[in-house]
């Protein structure tokens, strides 16, 4: 009964009517939280190793390339950064670095 309302009120929408999208506070919280579930059933993989296929890494990421120990860059940088913090209160926050999740998800 309750998901014919519901079928029966999408099939009311409009073709032309876009759905919103989320906040980029949430899709920040969103992002930090699967990260840290991630980063507690394994090893994230190690920053060198993405680099290494050629996906963005920030600033501080690439950073920590440069020190060769793995389990250093198997950590979540995000979890100690400002963009962070910034991205997950800020509607639109002043995170300009290339690279950066939050700032990719703050983007006009």
């Not at 009964?1 to 919103?20: G, N, Q, S, V, W």
């Not at 890494?57 to 963009?83: W, Y």
Request: hydrophobic share 40%.
């Amino acid at each position: 009964m309750m998901d014919d309302r519901i079928l029966a009120r999408l099939a009311a929408i409009d073709d032309d009517t876009a759905p919103e999208t989320a906040p980029a506070r949430v899709k920040s919280r969103i992002y930090s939280a699967l990260v840290q579930r991630l980063a507690e059933d394994a090893p994230l993989r190690p920053l060198t190793a993405s680099r290494a296929d050629g996906e963005p890494l920030c600033v501080f990421e690439r950073s920590l390339t440069l020190i060769p120990a793995d389990q250093i860059t198997s950590r979540n940088p995000c979890r100690v950064c400002h963009a962070r913090v910034l991205g997950e209160r800020l509607e639109r926050a002043p995170i300009f670095w290339p690279g950066c999740p939050y700032a990719s998800f703050h983007r006009p």
